[in-house]
Every structure is written in structure tokens, then in C-alpha cells.
């Protein structure tokens, strides 16, 4: 009769109709609840619940450290607009430049590969790119191993003659570019306020002699 008690008890408080919520709008979240549900049954409440935190903080690092990085091109439905050309394939792909924008902030667990991404789509550009625009408006700050990649990024880009911009770059991020040294290797000229600035700067550029 306890056991019963307790079995009813808790049976209203496994909402079935939450967990299928979860499964059609994230699958990630409906499987973190199932696997910490199945860790209270089989470990006990407290260890359950540990689990639970455990896998989400591991999810939570995992996902932020393989942000995607969304090429950019102009939209041509609105001036001075770009988007992903990815997602929007109307979005025109900008001549002689490649707009890059990672979609979350940098850190030291994915600054690396970031700079491997947009090494990588400059090499496999169908045209020559003669400018990268690094859209950074995700970082309020820098830490110094961002810092470091994207001077080693520059160094790469500079090598193939290949210029490298930064649109978006708040005050705090702008600040470490200075105490790290990175600006000497961008130069402050070619830090701006807005994307279509950037953008003309990039497109100017390939018709202008290479400039470091």
C-alpha cells in the first residue's frame, strides 16, 4: 500500500505531456530530462539531479565551444543589410571579400576553431578574396587566447595578400586588441563601427594596391 502511495505520488509529477513538448521543440532537452529521470529512478534523488547538471554543463561547453560562423552576403531586399548565405540563399555574396560573422563569442575553447573556419572558406572561396571582414558584434571582450588567434589569423591572411577588416568590435574588445598587440597587426584603420562600412572598405580594396 506504500509503495503504491508513493507510486501514485510521484506519478503526477512526471509530466508526459511537458517531455513531448520538449521532444518536438528541442530533442536535446527532451533527452537530458529522460536521462536525469532515469538517473533518479536507478541512483537515487541528489545523484539523479547531479547527473543532470553534469551532462547540461557538458552539452552547454560542447555547444559553446563549435560556434557556427555564418558567411555573410548582401541582402537585396534591404541596403546596408547582410545575412547568412547559407540560410538566405537570395543574399548576394560580396565581390573580392568574405564577410564572416561568428554566431556566438569568443573564448578560449573555440577561438581556434573559428580561425580555422574562416581560413578555410577565404582558401575555398570560388573567387579570390583580397579582404576578410570579421564581424565580431557577439564579443563584448576578448580573452587572450581570442586575441592570439585572430592576430595568427590575420598573420595567415596576410601571407596570401589577403587583408583582414573587424566590424562590430565593442570598447572592452578593442581595448585587449590594443594591450595584445592585435591592431598593430589589423591596423586601426581597418576597425569599423558598422558591417556596410567594413564592407566598402573590403570591396574598395581589391582594386586598390595591397596595403598592411
Do not use: C
Request: proline residues 8%; hydrophobic residues 50%; aromatic residues 6%.
Amino acid at each position: 500500500v506504500l509503495a503504491a502511495l508513493i507510486i501514485h505520488a510521484v506519478s503526477h509529477l512526471v509530466k508526459v505531456t511537458e517531455l513531448r513538448r520538449f521532444y518536438r521543440l528541442v530533442p536535446r532537452e527532451f533527452w537530458l530530462g529522460l536521462i536525469t529521470l532515469l538517473g533518479v529512478i536507478v541512483l537515487d534523488v541528489l545523484p539523479g539531479l547531479i547527473l543532470g547538471v553534469v551532462i547540461a554543463l557538458v552539452v552547454l561547453i560542447y555547444r559553446a565551444s563549435r560556434p557556427p560562423v555564418s558567411m555573410l552576403g548582401a541582402d537585396p531586399a534591404t541596403p546596408g543589410a547582410f545575412e547568412d548565405i547559407r540560410r538566405h540563399p537570395a543574399a548576394v555574396p560580396v565581390p573580392g571579400a568574405l564577410i564572416a560573422r561568428p554566431d556566438a563569442p569568443l573564448f578560449y575553447a573555440n577561438a581556434q576553431l573559428v580561425r580555422d573556419a574562416i581560413g578555410r572558406a577565404a582558401a575555398a572561396s570560388p573567387e579570390p578574396v583580397h579582404a576578410v571582414v570579421l564581424v565580431l558584434d557577439a564579443n563584448d571582450e576578448l580573452d587572450i587566447t581570442s586575441a592570439e588567434e585572430l592576430g595568427k589569423l590575420a598573420d595567415d591572411l596576410h601571407t596570401r595578400n589577403i587583408a583582414v577588416g573587424i566590424a562590430h568590435m565593442h570598447g572592452p574588445a578593442l581595448q585587449m586588441a590594443q594591450r595584445s598587440g592585435l591592431l598593430k597587426k589589423i591596423s586601426p584603420d581597418h576597425i569599423f563601427q558598422a558591417t556596410p562600412a567594413a564592407v566598402a572598405w573590403a570591396q574598395s580594396y581589391g582594386s586598390a594596391e595591397p596595403q598592411r
